[in-house]
């Protein structure tokens, strides 16, 4: 059980253009989403935070309006990166933490970005 | 602020030899603390956690006391298998937020 996937695994895409990233969970149902960022050989660092029926929460430095979060149901969010540049690039990651239970994250297998 | 720091990758064994893969935490308060695995192409999966100081979480014979006094939380296991090889994370989780602050990661190379 609790299995989540993203979609796309990973994504190329041209500057300027938008791209937006799925986050599913498969078994369950999740009241919190978190949204990561990978660089290589480097930690994740937390970028946001959605709770059901609120707007997400943002980590200090990230860019709400570029990295557009919506908690669209228990079993979706999605993530997207609004006029992408090349400094973007990066492995995204999602979690989600059950509405039952005591509070494990479950963590998507990332999509890697790739701006040219 | 909270970080956790893991010791440099990667690390490669024999099979049956032992592991160790170094944290050290800094944090206000008394956060939780955990290891995860990543396996290749797949999401971070829980691996064990402690609570509370002096509890020890182990699963899959791996182990990790947390330590307050030295603010450490290693990562221990007696016997590592070629199926032990992936990428471990050390995390901490401050108060009741439910967000974790993770290490760099520490890969782990296990050899026939």
């Known amino acids: 059980g609790a299995v989540v996937s993203q979609h796309p695994s990973w994504v190329i895409c041209k500057s300027g253009t938008s791209v937006k990233i799925e986050c599913r969970s498969l078994d369950f149902q999740a009241t919190t989403m978190f949204w990561y960022r990978q660089f290589p050989k480097q930690s994740l660092m937390l970028m946001a935070t959605?709770?059901?029926?609120?707007?997400?929460?943002?980590e200090q430095g990230v860019e709400k309006d570029k990295f557009l979060i919506n908690h669209a149901s228990l079993t979706l969010s999605t993530l997207t990166v609004t006029s992408a540049h090349p400094e973007d690039s990066s492995f995204y990651i999602c979690?989600?933490?059950?509405?039952?239970?005591?509070?494990?994250?479950?963590f998507g297998p990332g999509t890697r970005l790739t701006v040219l | 602020g909270d970080s956790v720091t893991q010791m440099e990758g990667p690390v490669t064994l024999s099979e049956e030899a032992f592991l160790t893969i170094n944290c050290t935490y800094t944090?206000?308060?008394?956060?939780?603390l955990f290891w995860y695995v990543q396996y290749p192409g797949e999401g971070l999966q829980l691996l064990l956690k402690a609570t509370k100081a002096d509890d020890k979480g182990s699963n899959k014979g791996f182990e990790a006391t947390y330590r307050k006094e030295t603010t450490s939380f290693h990562l221990e296991k007696g016997s590592v298998q070629v199926s032990d090889s992936a990428v471990y994370f050390c995390a901490l989780s401050p108060g009741n937020t439910g967000k974790l602050i993770f290490g760099q990661g520490t890969t782990l190379q296990v050899k026939p």
């Open positions: 979690s989600l933490v059950p509405g039952t239970g005591d509070n494990e994250q479950f």
């Open positions: 944090a206000t308060g008394y956060p939780s």
């Open positions: 959605s709770n059901e029926g609120s707007k997400a929460t943002y």
